[in-house]
C-alpha cells in the first residue's frame, strides 16, 4: 500500500527529494555513489515522486551524492579507529548510509521526527545494531541514552540549513557537553542558497523547496570556534572528484579562497575532554 504523502510545504518532505535524486544518481552510468537500496526504496514506497519533483536534475543529484560521500568516508574512518563506535544521526530522513557503511559492529542510532521515523520503519529493514529516537535534533532527549564513555561520531546531513542560527549553535553546545572527545559533523549552504530559498524561488518540478534558516561558507568556518570552549578542532572536509561541471566547481573550486565563499561544504568539529 503506498504510504501517505508528506505535507510538500513542510522540511520532512526534504527526505523524499533527498531520496528521489540520491536515486536518480545511482542510476547513473558514471554513479558517484552507487545505492541500489535508495532506488529500490522508493519504488516500493509507491509515491509519485517524478511527478512532485519533476526530472532529476543531474547537477543537483550530483551534488546530493558527493555529500554524502563526505558524510561516509567520515563515518568509516570512525569506526577504522573505533569499529564497537556509536553513530547518531541526526535528521537522517531516508537515508541509507548505515547500509553503505556497516562494519557489523557499529551502533546506530537515527534521531528524528515521529512522521519520518514512520516512513523509515514501513520502507527500510531494521536490526539490532539499529535504534531511534522521535523528536528533533535540537531536543536534548536525544541524548539521554547514549553512554558518553564510548566512541562516538555525530551527523547532521542536510539538517543544520533548517535550524535558526541559535539553534544551530545550541545543538553544537549540547554536544560539546554531554559528549567530550567526540565529534561533529554537518554540513552549510552559501549565503546566495539560503536567500533564494528565503524568497521562495528554489523548485523542482512542482515541489518548492522550504526556506534555509541558516547559512554559513566553507571560507567562515572557524568561527564556529567561538560557539564552545570544548571545540578542540575545526576541519573542512573536501569534496571527493565528480563529473563535468559540478566536478569542476565544486572539487576544484573549494581550493580557492575566492570561490570557496560561494560553496556548499561540510564541517567536522572535534570536542576536547574537560
Do not use: N
Amino acid at each position: 500500500m503506498p504510504l501517505a504523502a508528506p505535507d510538500p510545504s513542510g522540511v520532512p518532505a526534504t527526505a523524499w527529494w533527498v531520496l528521489y535524486l540520491r536515486a536518480a544518481e545511482a542510476r547513473h552510468p558514471r554513479s558517484l555513489l552507487p545505492d541500489p537500496l535508495a532506488a529500490d526504496v522508493l519504488a516500493r514506497s509507491g509515491w509519485p515522486a517524478r511527478e512532485t519533483f519533476g526530472p532529476p536534475v543531474p547537477p543537483l543529484a550530483q551534488y546530493l551524492a558527493a555529500r554524502s560521500l563526505v558524510f561516509d568516508a567520515e563515518v568509516r574512518s570512525f569506526l577504522a579507529h573505533a569499529p564497537h563506535g556509536t553513530v547518531v544521526a541526526l535528521g537522517e530522513g531516508l537515508d541509507t548510509q548505515f547500509w553503505r557503511v556497516d562494519d557489523g559492529r557499529v551502533r546506530w542510532l537515527t534521531v528524528d521526527l515521529p512522521e519520518t521515523l514512520a516512513w523509515r520503519r514501513a520502507l527500510l529493514p531494521q536490526g539490532p545494531r539499529q535504534h531511534t529516537v522521535a523528536c528533533s535534533a535540537t531536543d536534548p532527549r536525544w541524548a539521554e541514552g547514549i553512554d558518553p564513555a564510548r566512541p562516538l561520531l555525530i551527523s547532521a546531513q542536510g539538517l543544520t540549513m533548517y535550524l535558526p542560527w541559535e539553534a544551530v549553535a545550541g545543538l553544537v553546545g549540547l554536544c560539546a557537553e554531554r559528549f567530550p572527545g567526540a565529534a561533529l559533523v554537518f554540513d552549510t549552504v552559501p549565503h546566495w542558497v539560503a536567500a533564494l530559498a528565503r524568497r521562495h524561488v528554489l523548485y523542482c518540478g512542482t515541489y518548492r523547496l522550504p526556506p534555509l534558516s541558516s547559512s554559513m561558507s566553507p571560507g567562515s568556518y572557524e568561527r564556529l570556534r567561538t560557539l564552545h570552549p570544548r571545540i578542540a578542532g575545526v576541519r573542512r572536509l573536501p569534496w571527493p572528484p565528480c563529473r563535468g561541471l559540478t566536478g569542476l566547481v565544486l572539487h576544484h573550486g573549494q581550493r580557492s579562497p575566492l570561490v570557496r565563499w560561494a560553496l556548499p561544504g561540510t564541517v567536522r568539529l572535534d570536542f576536547r575532554q574537560p
